[in-house]
């Protein structure tokens, strides 16, 4: 079984900074890309960021140039470090991993895996 877990939400003012840490766990037999989602309050999930396994990045236009996707490949970890943050930047993040899990007998189906997700909220 694959399980996401996250860390590192809280409370912050405007302009500072927080990082969010993604930990994937489980029987995997490949991880082809990870993502950072958000969802505030009564709209749409929408993605924040994604990184493929080969390192190319893609960024929402409203975090470019302030948040920065990364992994640690061998920890199975994904990152996002936000900087500058404003109160507009307030949701629940999730995380997401496009993999293929490993069954015992052989690889498994791709899997789209959600993390429970952590609350961001940045006061003005």
């Known amino acids: 079984q694959v399980q996401l877990v996250e860390s590192g939400g809280g409370l912050v003012q405007a302009g500072g900074s927080l990082r969010l840490s993604c930990v994937v766990s489980?029987?995997?037999?490949?991880?082809?890309?990870m993502g950072w989602y958000r969802q505030a309050p009564g709209k749409q999930r929408e993605l924040v960021a994604a990184?493929?396994?080969?390192?190319?990045?893609n960024y929402a236009d409203s975090v470019k140039g302030r948040f920065t996707i990364s992994t640690d490949n061998a920890k199975n970890t994904v990152y996002l470090q936000m900087n500058s943050l404003k109160p507009e930047d307030t949701a629940a993040y999730y995380c997401?991993?496009?993999?293929?899990?490993?069954?015992?007998w052989g690889r498994g189906d791709r899997l789209d895996a959600w993390g429970q997700g952590t609350l961001v909220t940045v006061s003005s």
């Open positions: 990184i493929t396994s080969g390192g190319s990045t």
């Open positions: 997401n991993a496009d993999l293929v899990p490993w069954t015992g």
């Open positions: 489980g029987n995997i037999f490949s991880i082809n890309a």
